[in-house]
T-cell receptor, first 114, second 117 residues
């Protein structure tokens, strides 16, 4: 069965620090990978996605993620975080013929100190 | 374009009672998904509707949970009778595309926080 593991449950950074959130998945076939973000009091929003092609994908608000197939990883990065990036981040995976069903990781809560 | 709307935003009920959660998807979205997040754990898939039909209900925890999608529009998720372990946040999502492309443009609601005491 597919599963997703996020390495950090809570990350605390100061503004301007660099961010890397780890995500590993367990599935042997072709996968589609996602990072979602939930800001306080808001709905889940798509940050970025990987389906095929360039393994380095760029999303909104300066975020990027790199798909490393050999490591089954899809880590999220941002060179310089802002206070407004405080939110919970979710890695998710789906595969062909899953009907759009997402398998999520446990989420990482990011707190950015001003 | 209006987003996915969920009602209520919060619900506190006693063990043994019944609760009905509602999800209004974006108009024209045939695909509707329910997910649940129990405190401290991952968001888990519950089921998937395509129009009024249940496409995949493999994530439904037990027969105390009943989901419907009348006329392929809004959906309800009823928990009867509620148990303590049902507490969590219930998310709804909708999308226009089908199959593996469905997640290309899946929009989530804000969720319903259910607390069973």
């Amino acid at each position: 069965a597919q599963s997703v593991s996020q390495h950090n449950h809570h990350v605390i950074l100061s503004e301007a620090a660099s961010l890397e959130l780890g995500c590993n998945y367990s599935y042997g076939g072709t996968v589609n990978l996602f990072w979602y973000v939930q800001y306080p009091g808001q709905h889940l929003q798509l940050l970025l996605k990987y389906f095929s092609g360039d393994p380095l994908v760029k999303g909104i608000k300066g975020f990027e993620a790199e798909f490393i197939k050999s490591k089954f990883s899809f880590n999220l990065r941002k060179p310089s975080v802002q206070w407004s990036d405080t939110a919970e981040y979710f890695c998710a995976v789906t595969s062909y013929n899953q009907g759009g069903k997402l398998i999520f990781g446990q989420g990482t809560e990011l707190s950015v100190k001003p | 374009e209006a987003g996915v709307t969920q009602f209520p935003s919060h619900s506190v009920i006693e063990k043994g009672q019944t609760v009905t959660l509602r999800c209004d998807p974006i108009s024209g979205h045939d695909n509707l998904y329910w997910y649940r997040r129990v405190m401290g754990k991952e968001i888990k898939f519950l089921l998937h509707f395509v129009k009024e039909s249940k496409q995949d209900e493999s994530g439904m925890p037990n027969n105390r949970f009943l989901a419907e999608r009348t006329g392929g529009t809004y959906s309800t998720l009823k928990v009867q009778p509620a148990e303590l372990e049902d507490s969590g946040v219930y998310f709804c999502a909708s999308s226009r595309e089908t199959g593996g492309l469905g997640t290309l443009k899946a929009f989530f609601g804000q969720g319903t926080r259910l607390t069973v005491v």
